[in-house]
């Protein structure tokens, strides 16, 4: 069983796609529509230190939790060995969760994957968030 609720996850997901979607800072040629149209990664932008606070925020079983869900969606762990999962991510916290998992490339996928594995319903989860 997980010891974080799906809505956590959740924002955690909504979060990490908000990061996933921005693009470098937009200098190109061509109609400024475009420009305005894109998300830019900006040095002044918020939302990466937003969802690391938030993570840093969770309880010590909330983020052991997190990352073996990660793990699971990812594929290094199956659904049935969500309690090995959880011991490993335990047994090896040496950083930060927040740091690990916003360098995690495709955080927000993984979290999806590994909640659809073990039957929990993303849409449902991302109502409470949205």
């Known amino acids: 069983m997980l010891d974080i609720a799906p809505e956590k996850v959740a924002h955690v997901i909504v979060r990490a ?12 040629p061509g109609d400024d529509a475009d ?3 894109i998300l830019e990664d900006r040095s002044d932008d918020a939302t990466e230190a937003e969802l690391k606070t938030f993570i840093a925020g969770l309880n010590v ?10 793990w699971i969606g990812r594929g290094t ?7 090995e999962a959880k011991d490993t991510a ?3 916290r040496t ?3 927040e740091n690990y998992l916003v360098g995690v490339p495709l955080l927000a996928d993984y979290l999806e994957d590994g909640l659809d594995k073990l039957g929990i319903s993303v849409e449902d989860a991302e109502d ?3």
């Open 35 to 37: 420009a305005e149209s």
């Open 77 to 83: 762990f199956e659904p049935e060995e969500l309690q």
């Open 17 to 28: 796609r908000e990061i996933d979607s921005k693009v470098g800072k937009w200098d190109g």
């Open 61 to 70: 079983d909330e983020k052991i939790s997190l990352v073996a869900l990660m």
């Open 90 to 92: 335990a047994a090896e």
């Open 95 to 97: 950083n930060p969760t």
């Open 128 to 130: 409470h968030v949205l």
